[in-house]
């Protein structure tokens, strides 16, 4: 069976979610010490932005991306010659 590739971004997208999840659901039930340094918050901002961007990606991907009408009726014209 043949698996298109663009229909596995919308997979990929998910499994990444799945992980970061996962992850963070792991922190919460075994929590790690943390040292109170100031890059740590830097590093909880780039790990919400990387979130951020794979949940619109997410969503981004499942959407419908059909042509519009308009443009489909134009391209099924035929082409007259010279």
């Given at each position: 069976?043949?698996?298109?590739?663009?229909?596995m971004?919308?997979l990929?997208?998910?499994?990444l979610?799945?992980?970061?999840?996962?992850?963070?659901a792991?922190?919460?039930v075994?929590?790690?010490?943390?040292?109170?340094?100031?890059?740590?918050?830097?590093g909880?901002a780039?790990?919400?932005?990387?979130?951020?961007?794979?949940?619109?990606?997410?969503?981004?991907?499942i959407?419908?991306?059909?042509?519009?009408?308009?443009?489909?009726?134009?391209?099924?014209?035929?082409?007259?010659?010279l």
């Amino acid at each position: 069976m043949l698996i298109r590739y663009r229909a596995m971004i919308p997979l990929m997208y998910l499994i990444l979610l799945i992980v970061h999840l996962g992850s963070k659901a792991l922190l919460l039930v075994h929590p790690v010490a943390k040292s109170g340094v100031a890059t740590a918050r830097l590093g909880s901002a780039f790990v919400l932005a990387l979130l951020a961007m794979l949940l619109i990606g997410f969503v981004l991907s499942i959407l419908n991306k059909s042509n519009p009408p308009e443009a489909a009726s134009l391209s099924n014209l035929p082409v007259k010659g010279l």
